[in-house]
């Protein structure tokens, strides 16, 4: 088949350079259309399910909402997890489907379920969140004004920006966070209803019965029809004061009698600051699953330029966060790391061939192997990201064109003059085709465990290994079609002859005497191979682990939790004074800072008004003057924030942030997730596990969630009394209804719509000896106070209940600053178990992304010996002697060694990207170690002495050998030496790939020949 493919190549030269042409234009075409992003979408299939019910405290929006929609909800078929979280007036429950499943199944099974809760009166209906993953939150932008109110900001955001930007193709949804939503309020006051004898209740009846336009079909008169229509639908506020409640001696009273009627908001649970110059309205544009974030970010971004074109000249909207300066800065160091890297081994080659021509035909590779794999990645849905195209090593992509060339320019320089070029090129070409296209073969096996990693850990590698086996495919047929065409074209006889390079006769000149050193003394040789491979084992055990490296984003989160009693007032006072402290203390490093306090309209990240989140934006870093790295960036910013009282605080990234809390429900590195019921217990534990986790070293800004201590006003109604006066329980809570707002209809200004509600004036509601004192009306007429038929207590309350798994939850979160993720949460564990005691029906389970690393190093330590295994059957199946495929396999650990210690003296810990660099290290060590073999049985089967055989084949094998490790690891160096942003997540792989290469290269120049010559081919042969 090989040799067919070959030789049709040869004979159809014009068809082949023709569809190389093809594959170029192509391949840009594809590159075109690629969807880019910075980073692989790591989030899981989940659906968000939101109930609102603005006044409940959380354990009654947890008995009322939560828990009957989990029970809707147990039993759907492929979910994973469900978890839930109730805060004051928000209901979430999430859902998280197994790897596959589709999005929009998955909401539809979600929608089906909920069609069927069943909720208390008055409730409103459990909505779906947006079709979004967890780094679907691409744009964020204010709009503000200086003259405006911030009830005037959020209309124009709601009516007029929104629906625009809605429109923009790929947005799932456009959210609003902070500004206020107006309402029209009805304020009652008590001691007018009082005078008429009335009670909120006939208010309340009122105002749903005189608000309504209904249709009356259609009369028929004279042969025509007249639609009818009932207009009473209230428009504005002098329509709401002309309700009429009851008539009294013939005198209608009227809401205007015992209420004004003013424009108000809705009761806030969330808050937005900016720059420390006050609140504004953020808008977010969340990105629809499946779609390019950066083609929507740059969509969204033009929009909002065409939609302030329409707004009113004192109001602005400015863009503060856009995912496309994250891409752009990623895919600017893939691109820096991609050309450098090809530039590089283009160097290299034209230095080891001494032949420009043959240098050129080798290159030419690199760029068709590219748009090769661009085709593919296009045609299988991968998009173009720092872990997809940033895994690309254009010295594995060259390395069989290598061989092939260089081989073909030596057959041509020993070839006796009547033979014919192309003859000889395609023998050149026979030659190696074998040992070359197995190569490449076993690098595709060894990255096949990363295609059977699960959840996160697969979401991220998979398109890596996809890509490499992609690229890896179009330089095998290219080196089995077109490079024997352009060899056939550029090599000729002349140039063939020409004297090898001088770098490589020199190296010839001083590998010679060291080669025959190491064949002299074949123990001392084997004996420090041991050793070396005994010290790096002793090396990995002193190596840290993480799951992949922190990848710098260029913007910063600090969440911050203040005392669970703070009110929203004093929360955005406290935001507005780290952003003036950030803006002061670090202008030459922060560009933009916003806080998001609380909850935003549409619940994506449910927060209580004691937590935000303050956002920074960085300058590029060559205008740092405080620090150098982010590290020390936020190491100062700490320091400067450390004397803001009452309040604690962790520093993330808002992709770090959000992945973490989807994928885990936690916000830190390592999450301890503590289960039981009673709520006290939990928080007392979590209190202790705090203290043993705070004294680990390594941890940093160690915090436990905060889920008591909210003071809550409970009236209780004492029904003896009721029962005594005759007063039904309704009257008593429509009352305690009208302390936040009871909403009773909604109010039509043209195309816009506002809720209508009725509260209780501003004096009762914040006094709870004024708010006893409100009438209830009897049946009897008499007024009783509420303090006679209920009672009036202040007691303290759970601020959130979470839940997972049937289970009330509390986290104590972590992240790990200068220590390795894996030995921190093995000290963690440890001391735990010898420090806590939980009592009886309570468990702890970590979380976070020590998760994911603990799962992906399981199923690795599985699969790799798996794939080992199937390369050891494939260099048997080549070889067909257990002995030679023994030899050539040993240079895998041999390559491993160097990885470890290449790790170690960069002080990097292991990860899943440096088991990558492992994986890759496992195919491609092995190239060159396959070439000698080959070249040492063919030297074998024309008779000579294996001492001969073995120095030969190591001298006329050198400069392939030398070539094949030099393009691999030089086409690493840019990613193991970049400093860009995204640069950490490669460094460990490209890192472990060049210290693997310089030792297996010893390995294969001088250990291998000294294997063979001990265990001898006579023993090769008798083991066939």
């Given at each position: ?26 391949g840009v075409l594809a590159f075109r259309e690629l969807p880019l992003d910075a980073f692989p979408d790591t989030t899981p299939t989940q659906v ?574 060559e205008e740092w003057k405080r620090a150098e790295t982010q590290e020390e960036l936020v190491a100062e910013m700490k320091a400067e924030l450390a ?5 604690r605080m962790a520093f993330l990234q808002p992709i770090e942030m959000r992945v973490n809390e989807m994928i885990a429900g936690v916000r830190g ?356």
């Open positions: 088949m090989l040799t067919w493919l070959i030789d049709a190549s040869l004979r159809h030269r014009g068809v082949v350079l023709g569809g190389a042409l093809a594959l170029i234009v192509s968000q399910v939101n109930a609102v019910a603005p006044a409940l405290t959380p354990v009654e929006v947890e008995r009322q909402l939560t828990l009957p929609i989990e029970q809707s909800l147990a039993g759907l078929p492929r979910v994973r997890e469900l978890r839930s979280l109730s805060k004051f007036g928000l209901a979430q429950v999430t859902l998280q489907f197994e790897d596959g499943t589709d999005p929009w199944f998955a909401r539809q099974q979600v929608a089906e379920r909920l069609g069927r809760v069943e909720l208390p009166a008055g409730l409103s209906r459990p909505t779906l969140g947006p079709v979004a993953t967890g780094l679907g939150e691409i744009f964020h932008y204010l709009v503000k004004s200086r003259t405006r109110s911030l009830a005037e900001l959020r209309t124009l955001h709601d009516w007029l920006i929104a629906p625009r930007l809605r429109g923009v193709p790929g947005v799932a949804e456009v959210n609003a966070w902070g500004g206020e939503e107006k309402q029209w309020h009805v304020v009652v006051e008590p001691q007018r209803l009082q005078q008429f004898n009335l009670s909120l209740g006939d208010v309340y009846r009122a105002l749903e019965a005189n608000n309504a336009n209904v249709g009356g079909g259609v009369v028929e008169r004279g042969g025509g029809a007249r639609l009818v229509l009932g207009v009473a639908a209230l428009e504005d506020g002098e329509d709401i004061e002309q309700v009429v409640i009851a008539a009294r001696n013939g005198v209608p009273v009227r809401i205007r009698d015992v209420a004004r009627v003013e424009v108000g908001g809705e009761i806030r649970r969330g808050a937005t600051t900016a720059d420390g110059e006050g609140e504004a309205v953020l808008g977010l544009g969340f990105l629809l699953v499946g779609e390019n974030s950066h083609t929507v970010t740059k969509a969204l971004a033009q929009r909002l330029e065409e939609v302030q074109r329409s707004l009113p000249g004192d109001v602005q909207v400015e863009p503060v966060y856009e995912r496309t300066e994250l891409v752009d800065q990623v895919l600017r160091t893939v691109r820096t790391n991609l050309f450098e890297g090809a530039l590089l081994v283009i160097a290299v080659l034209f230095v080891a061939l001494g032949h420009w021509r043959a240098g050129l035909i080798v290159a030419a590779a690199i760029p068709l192997s590219l748009l090769f794999a661009f085709n593919a990645m296009l045609s299988f849905g991968i998009a173009g990201t720092l872990m997809s195209l940033g895994a690309i090593d254009f010295g594995l992509v060259v390395d069989s064109s290598v061989i092939l060339v260089e081989n073909a320019e030596r057959r041509l320089a020993e070839a006796p003059p009547d033979h014919e070029p192309l003859r000889v090129i395609r023998d050149a070409a026979l030659e190696v085709r074998k040992p070359t296209l197995f190569g490449e073969l076993i690098i595709a096996v060894v990255y096949l465990p990363l295609l059977t990693l699960e959840g996160v850990e697969g979401r991220l590698f998979r398109p890596m290994a996809l890509t490499v086996l992609f690229a890896l495919l179009g330089s095998a047929l290219l080196s089995l079609t077109l490079m024997p065409v352009l060899a056939s074209f550029a090599l000729k006889r002349g140039a063939g002859a020409r004297r090898k390079p001088r770098l490589i006769l020199l190296l010839e000149r001083g590998y010679r005497p060291v080669l025959d050193g190491a064949l002299a003394h074949p123990r001392t040789v084997l004996a420090g191979a041991g050793l070396l491979g005994v010290g790096a084992l002793v090396a990995a055990t002193q190596l840290g682990s993480e799951f992949v490296p922190r990848l710098s984003e260029g913007t910063l989160v600090i969440n911050t939790v203040r005392l669970a009693e703070v009110s929203l007032t004093e929360s955005i006072r406290y935001g507005g004074r780290i952003e003036k402290v950030l803006r002061e203390k670090f202008p030459h490093e922060v560009k933009r800072v916003w806080t998001r306090t609380g909850t935003a309209e549409i619940a994506t990240d449910a927060m209580g008004i004691e937590l935000s989140d303050v956002f920074i934006t960085l300058k590029p870093r004397d803001l009282p009452g309040m590195d390592v999450g301890i997730k503590l289960f039981g019921d009673d709520l006290d217990v939990l928080e007392a534990k979590a209190r202790e596990m705090e203290a043993v986790v705070r004294a680990i070293p390594g941890a940093a800004d160690v915090t436990v969630e905060q889920v008591t201590g909210q003071p809550v006003l409970q009236v209780t109604v004492d029904r003896a009394a009721i029962a005594r006066h005759g007063i039904p329980a309704r009257e008593v809570l429509d009352v305690v209804e009208a302390v936040g707002t009871r909403r009773v209809g909604e109010v039509r200004e043209g195309e816009r719509r506002f809720p209508l509600a009725v509260r209780l004036a501003r004096e009762y509601r914040e006094e709870p000896a004024r708010l006893a004192t409100v009438p209830v009306t009897a049946p009897s007429g008499e007024r009783v106070p509420l303090g006679r038929l209920a009672t009036l207590r202040e007691v303290s309350g759970p601020t959130t209940i979470q839940r997972e798994g049937g289970q009330r939850r509390l986290v104590i979160q972590a992240n790990v600053r200068g220590r390795d993720l894996g030995g921190f949460v093995d000290e963690v564990r440890r001391t735990l178990e010898e420090k806590v005691e939980l009592p009886t029906g309570y468990s702890v389970r970590f979380g976070g992304q020590f998760e994911h690393l603990e799962r992906a190093r399981a199923r690795l330590l599985i699969v790799v010996p798996l794939a080992l295994a199937l390369v050891f059957t494939l260099l048997y199946v080549t070889y067909r002697r257990v002995l030679d495929a023994l030899r050539i396999l040993a240079s895998v650990p041999f390559a491993w060694v160097g990885g470890v210690l290449a790790l170690l003296v960069r002080g990097l810990p292991f990860s899943i990207s440096a088991a990558v660099g492992f994986i890759a290290l496992s195919g491609v060590s092995v190239l060159g170690d396959m070439v000698l073999v080959s070249r040492v049985r063919q030297l074998l089967e024309r008779g000579l002495p294996l001492a001969e055989a073995l120095r030969e084949a190591a001298l006329s094998r050198l400069r392939p050998v030398l070539m094949t490790a030099a393009v691999a690891a030089i086409g690493f160096l840019p990613m193991a030496l970049n400093t860009g942003v995204g640069a950490e997540v490669q460094r460990p792989l490209a890192t472990v790939v060049i210290g693997g290469l310089l030792s297996s290269t010893v390995l294969t120049l001088l250990v291998l020949p000294v294997l063979y010559s001990v265990f001898g081919a006579g023993r090769a042969r008798a083991d066939r």
